[in-house]
Each structure stands twice: as structure tokens, then as C-alpha cells.
Antibody
Framework: QVQLVQSGAEVRKPGASVKVSCKAS????????IHWVRQATGQGLEWMGR????????ISAQKFQGRVTLTRNGSITTAYMELSSLRSEDTAVYYC????????WGQGTLVTVSS | DIQMTQSPSSLSASVGDRVTITCRAS??????LNWYQQKPGKAPKLLIY???SLQSGVPSRFSGSGSGTDFTLTISSLQPEDIATYYC?????????FGPGTKVDIK
């Protein structure tokens, strides 16, 4: 069955960067885009961007342009989301999800930004 | 960016009630509209895609309708396990924006 397993919780200071991984299994990794969605505590869902594993091409929401980078390592079927210049407002659970519509989701990774 | 709105923001209903949630897009998105259910502490789950197609494994009491700018999610007979927050999402144009969510409770 399809599984997306994300890396564990992270704590960072303001101004630092964080890299979250998303290990995919149970399907052909290069066939479906990987999307990233975040959710601040008690808030709604926010689409951040998507990456096409076959080509490595990615796009992000304008809000995150210049701060987010989406990559992948096809040999280990893992996608990555790196967010830089972190601020307190970036404290959230970050999800990876497969395809659009978002059929399968990772379990989420809590990123806490605190001095 | 396409803005998505939902109404109501929350509702309370009795078990067995018919529940309807509305989602509106700021421009036509044809049928590129998806619905997700999220329970506390869990990842969202896809319920409906392409406005009215039921995702495999989702109970048939869930249904979706609409096209263009106005969409609805209906739960024909509310069950205790349907307590959750429901989000619509447009997949017509990036960024694939979500609605603010509708929290459903049991009365």
C-alpha cells in the first residue's frame, strides 16, 4: 500500500533552516507529484508547493518563494522540503502528500521555531 | 490566487441529520474541487475529488456537487465518526488553495 513516512519533529531558532524528508513507498515514485502542505496549530491548511519527482521541477506558492526549496533523491524515493529564514510564524505541522487531488498523506512533521 | 470560502465555519447537528457545507471560489474552477476530512491530530483524508467523485473507501453518505464557483459537500446521515473539520481545495490553478474549513460537531 502507498506510504509516505516523514522525518521527526524539529526545533529551530529564528533565522535558521529546516529540512523535512518524506519517504515514499508502495508506488512508482516518479509517477506522481509530491505536494507540501502546512498547518499552524489550530489553523487551516496551506498549500506550499509541489515537486515532480521525474524531472525534479518544482514550484512554490508566491508566499514562500525565495525561502522554500523542494528536492528529491529518486534512488531512495524520498522528497525533501527545506524552509529557510525561519520565523515564529513558521511553527506548524508540515505534511507531504501524493498527487492532486491529495490522495495519500504523510503523518506530518512538527517544526517549532523558538528562541 | 484563487480565494476559497466556506460556510458555515462551524455547525452542530444530531446523529442522523443531513448536513450541508458550502464552498465558493473567487473565479470559475470548473469541477477542479476536492473535499478533505481532518480529525484532530491526524492528517487530512480525501473524501471527494473533481467536485462529485467519491474517493475509494469513503462511505456513500458523503456526496459532492457543484461546478464553476459554487460547491457543496453533503453528509446524508451524520454519524458520530464524522466529527471533524472539512476543507475544500481548488486544483484548477496553483497555488492550490484551501478553504478555511468547517468544523462539524454532534449536538
Amino acid at each position: 500500500q502507498v506510504q509516505l513516512v516523514q522525518s521527526g519533529a524539529e526545533v529551530r531558532k529564528p533565522g535558521a533552516s529546516v529540512k523535512v524528508s518524506c519517504k515514499a513507498s508502495g508506488y512508482s515514485f516518479t509517477t506522481f507529484d509530491i505536494h507540501w502542505v502546512r498547518q499552524a496549530t489550530g489553523q487551516g491548511l496551506e498549500w506550499m508547493g509541489r515537486m515532480t519527482p521525474d524531472s525534479g521541477h518544482w514550484i512554490s506558492a508566491q508566499k514562500f518563494q525565495g525561502r522554500v526549496t523542494l528536492t528529491r533523491n529518486g534512488s531512495i524515493t524520498t522528497a525533501y522540503m527545506e524552509l529557510s529564514s525561519l520565523r515564529s510564524e513558521d511553527t506548524a505541522v508540515y505534511y507531504c502528500a501524493r498527487a492532486i487531488p491529495l490522495e495519500d498523506w504523510g503523518q506530518g512533521t512538527l517544526v517549532t521555531v523558538s528562541s | 490566487d484563487i480565494q476559497m470560502t466556506q460556510s458555515p465555519s462551524s455547525l452542530s447537528a444530531s446523529v442522523g441529520d443531513r448536513v450541508t457545507i458550502t464552498c465558493r471560489a473567487s473565479q470559475s474552477i470548473y469541477s477542479y474541487l476536492n473535499w478533505y476530512q481532518q480529525k484532530p491530530g491526524k492528517a487530512p483524508k480525501l473524501l471527494i475529488y473533481a467536485a462529485s467523485s467519491l474517493q475509494s473507501g469513503v462511505p456513500s453518505r458523503f456526496s459532492g456537487s457543484g461546478s464553476g464557483t459554487d460547491f457543496t459537500l453533503t453528509i446524508s446521515s451524520l454519524q458520530p465518526e464524522d466529527i471533524a473539520t472539512y476543507y475544500c481545495q481548488q486544483s484548477y490553478n496553483t497555488p492550490f488553495t484551501f478553504g478555511p474549513g468547517t468544523k462539524v460537531d454532534i449536538k
